[in-house]
């Protein structure tokens, strides 16, 4: 919260958020709106009032995830039925950081069953800093990316050293829906 803040009041800082699907409606209902509301355009005024440049939404990166784990899946089976038997399945989804870091620590021998796609999140940040900044003629480093999650696993996932290009990474941090809701 302390960097999110720290970043909308620095001059020059061009600050995007991606918001999970699942936020929309636990905020409005934290804020007295029917149960299943879904508040997501509020959201996205309330945050450029407090000084987001652009507010992004996660849900069509979930799209790309998809693709690429169907395209993965396809050419797994391809190749099993082509009598390839080190092809592991089934194949799970990698979208979720707390299902890939339980199998990491304790199926060491199962870590090719997890999909070798990056969750929507990640995949969102990759093309926001590497093409949409480009875009707008900015560099990586000139964009931090805000990920708004339901779930503090998604702050170890944009952590981890393999979605960083040195010290930028993808997703620069995570503030979940509560932390959200107290700003």
């Not at 964009?143 to 779930?151: K, R």
Request: aromatic share 10%; charged share 25%; hydrophobic share 45%.
């Amino acid at each position: 919260t302390f960097k999110f803040i720290r970043d909308l009041s620095t001059p020059n800082k061009v600050v995007i958020t991606q918001m999970a699907p699942a936020i929309r409606v636990a905020i409005g209902e934290a804020f007295g709106f029917e149960p299943g509301t879904n508040v997501e355009k509020k959201i996205a005024a309330g945050l450029r009032k407090i000084g987001v440049d652009y507010v992004f939404d996660t849900t069509w990166a979930a799209d790309l995830t998809i693709m690429e784990e169907a395209a993965e899946l396809q050419e797994r089976l391809e190749k099993y039925f082509a009598g390839d038997k080190n092809v592991r399945l089934p194949m799970l989804t990698s979208c979720c950081p707390a299902w890939v870091k339980f199998i990491e620590q304790n199926y060491a021998d199962m870590l090719e069953v997890p999909s070798s796609a990056k969750s929507p999140m990640q995949m969102f940040a990759t093309v926001a800093k590497d093409l949409w900044a480009k875009s707008k003629n900015l560099k990586r480093e000139d964009v931090t990316c805000v990920a708004i999650m339901p779930c503090i696993a998604k702050k170890y996932e944009a952590s981890r050293p393999e979605f960083s290009r040195g010290l930028n990474y993808d997703v620069d941090y995570v503030i979940t829906t509560r932390e959200l809701i107290k700003i």
